[in-house]
């Protein structure tokens, strides 16, 4: 996969694109690592432009991305998940664990959680 990050003055974005590979997670942490520092980090996951994806290995992925923003005690929002993985989220009952948007305009909109920033 693919990631364009770009760094707003509000949040965080993560434009995911391409196919999952094997090391799809240990890529992922090392491309995010440096943008992983932040407390308070507001994290928006754009899979718009996701291509084939095995749901297993992206799932890992986005599981090591909110664990990393918990970690810091931020806000990760998930938006514009293709039907395959937005069934498969919920038929694992996985979507318990992430806010998830139809779009990015919503995502930006909707309340982020009142973390202490510091």
């Not at 974005?13 to 590979?21: D, F, N, Q, V």
């Not at 992206?58 to 990393?68: A, H, M, T």
């Not at 039907?83 to 779009?103: A, G, H, S, V």
């Not at 919503?106 to 510091?118: D, E, G, L, M, Y």
Request: aromatic share 8%; with cysteine.
């Amino acid at each position: 996969m693919k990631y364009h990050i770009i760094k707003e003055e509000e949040f965080c974005l993560i434009k995911i694109s391409g196919e999952t590979r094997k090391n799809e997670t240990i890529l992922a942490k090392a491309v995010l690592s440096p943008y992983l520092i932040e407390n308070g980090i507001r994290m928006i996951v754009d899979l718009q432009e996701l291509g084939k994806f095995e749901p297993v290995n992206l799932v890992g992925v986005l599981n090591s991305i909110r664990k990393e923003v918990h970690l810091l005690r931020g806000d990760l929002k998930l938006c514009s998940l293709k039907p395959k993985l937005l069934n498969y989220l919920k038929q694992n009952r996985l979507d318990n664990f992430f806010q998830i948007y139809e779009d990015r305009e919503t995502a930006i909109k909707s309340k982020w959680n009142n973390r202490v920033r510091k």
